[in-house]
């Protein structure tokens, strides 16, 4: 059991991450690779990445060089692959990471090779050798590429429709009642946040806040980091609704049928996060005609929905802010003849 104290500072400086942290995917991403858990609802995107990782080759440098650092069946792997700067995207965390002081590489290694065993390569990269940090960047920027990437813009839309919902519980209640939201995973009976851990362990805040962190690849239990002492985070499963496709190209030119007025509307309106109710008074049709056009939407790829409560909260995924940013240029520069 994992427990996590706070203060009412504490309190006051939580916050849910905007988007999907690219390195804590690529270390749960391993975990679905390899691991049992998650087995049925990963195996098709298991076995596409799998393909596309032997493909370009990547399988050996999966085993070779990420596998022995997220080692399949434990319950630790180095908080050193997943620092802070993941948020700002893959290549700066990618370089936070190959930035880490050799002293804490050396802890954090230490401590692996008393769980499960730190593999040859990785010693030279307490040692400040160059090939090491290569192989490390290589690995993890490859795998990204092959095995998450081709994703990424489902995964936020997810994210995204995460964040809507949660975001309302906060309106509506406050960070107690954000908190509370996350049953039955996560209980929350202030000030103490509890959760199943393979550790019993209890961690103060004292201050420091924590960052909600949304998760595609996350199952099961939320995922703290290994170190107390660090600035916070606790990684957590969002929904999902539905395995990962592979992405939908989008067309050259914007559909009719589906950039009419009123579900190009619609479309603008979920940016922000609106229920089906907030769509049909916004714009003056039934609420059953709301849903028609937001089944034409979520199947086109362009918005999520997600229940919360007695409402389906509807957002934009990447692909429908893309499409309605291309339509914006369309109509400031018009094609010549």
């Given at each position: 059991?994992l427990r996590?104290?706070?203060?009412?500072?504490?309190?006051?400086?939580?916050c849910?991450?905007?988007?999907?942290?690219?390195?804590w995917?690529?270390a749960?991403?391993?975990?679905?690779?390899?691991?049992?858990?998650g087995?049925?609802?990963?195996?098709?995107?298991?076995?596409?990445?799998?393909?596309?990782?032997?493909r370009?080759?990547?399988?050996?440098?999966?085993?070779?060089?990420l596998s022995?650092?997220?080692?399949?069946?434990?319950?630790?792997?180095?908080?050193f692959?997943?620092?802070?700067?993941?948020?700002?995207?893959?290549?700066?965390?990618?370089?936070?990471?190959?930035?880490?002081?050799r002293?804490l590489l050396r802890?954090?290694l230490?401590k692996?090779a008393?769980?499960t065993?730190t593999?040859?390569?990785?010693?030279g990269?307490?040692?400040?050798?160059?090939?090491a940090?290569?192989?490390l960047?290589?690995?993890?920027?490859?795998y990204?590429d092959?095995a998450?990437?081709?994703?990424w813009?489902?995964?936020?839309?997810?994210?995204?429709?995460?964040?809507?919902?949660?975001?309302?519980?906060?309106?509506?209640g406050?960070?107690?009642?954000?908190?509370?939201?996350?049953?039955?995973?996560?209980?929350?009976?202030p000030?103490?946040?509890?959760?199943?851990?393979?550790v019993?362990?209890?961690?103060?805040l004292?201050?420091?806040g924590?960052?909600?962190?949304?998760?595609?690849?996350?199952?099961?239990a939320p995922?703290?980091l290994?170190?107390?002492?660090?600035?916070?985070?606790?990684?957590?499963p969002?929904?999902?609704d539905?395995?990962?496709?592979?992405?939908?190209?989008?067309?050259?030119r914007p559909?009719a049928?589906?950039?009419g007025?009123?579900?190009?509307a619609?479309?603008?309106?979920a940016?922000?996060?609106?229920?089906?109710?907030e769509?049909a008074?916004?714009?003056?049709i039934?609420?059953s005609g709301?849903?028609?056009h937001?089944q034409?939407?979520?199947?086109?790829?362009l918005?999520?929905s997600?229940?919360?409560g007695?409402?389906v909260?509807?957002t934009?995924?990447?692909?429908?802010?893309?499409?309605?940013?291309?339509?914006?240029?369309?109509?400031?520069?018009?094609?010549a003849?």
């Amino acid at each position: 059991m994992l427990r996590i104290h706070f203060t009412d500072e504490d309190l006051a400086r939580t916050c849910i991450a905007p988007t999907a942290d690219p390195l804590w995917e690529i270390a749960l991403s391993m975990f679905r690779l390899a691991g049992r858990n998650g087995r049925g609802s990963f195996a098709a995107w298991r076995g596409r990445a799998r393909h596309d990782l032997a493909r370009r080759d990547g399988l050996g440098m999966v085993r070779r060089v990420l596998s022995p650092l997220f080692p399949a069946g434990s319950s630790y792997f180095p908080d050193f692959l997943t620092p802070p700067d993941g948020a700002h995207g893959l290549g700066a965390g990618v370089d936070a990471v190959l930035s880490t002081p050799r002293a804490l590489l050396r802890r954090e290694l230490d401590k692996l090779a008393t769980r499960t065993g730190t593999p040859s390569w990785a010693w030279g990269l307490a040692d400040g050798r160059v090939d090491a940090f290569h192989h490390l960047r290589d690995a993890m920027c490859g795998y990204f590429d092959a095995a998450v990437a081709p994703y990424w813009s489902e995964i936020q839309g997810m994210v995204d429709a995460d964040r809507a919902r949660r975001g309302r519980a906060f309106l509506d209640g406050g960070v107690g009642h954000l908190l509370a939201g996350f049953r039955p995973v996560i209980r929350w009976r202030p000030p103490v946040l509890s959760m199943d851990h393979p550790v019993d362990r209890d961690v103060r805040l004292d201050g420091r806040g924590l960052v909600l962190i949304p998760s595609y690849f996350c199952w099961g239990a939320p995922v703290p980091l290994a170190d107390p002492d660090l600035p916070q985070v606790l990684v957590y499963p969002i929904e999902r609704d539905h395995p990962l496709a592979m992405p939908k190209e989008p067309s050259g030119r914007p559909d009719a049928r589906l950039l009419g007025p009123t579900r190009a509307a619609i479309l603008r309106a979920a940016v922000d996060g609106a229920t089906t109710g907030e769509l049909a008074r916004r714009h003056g049709i039934s609420p059953s005609g709301v849903s028609q056009h937001t089944q034409v939407l979520r199947e086109a790829g362009l918005i999520v929905s997600r229940r919360s409560g007695g409402h389906v909260i509807h957002t934009v995924t990447p692909l429908g802010v893309a499409l309605l940013t291309s339509c914006r240029s369309m109509r400031r520069e018009p094609f010549a003849d």
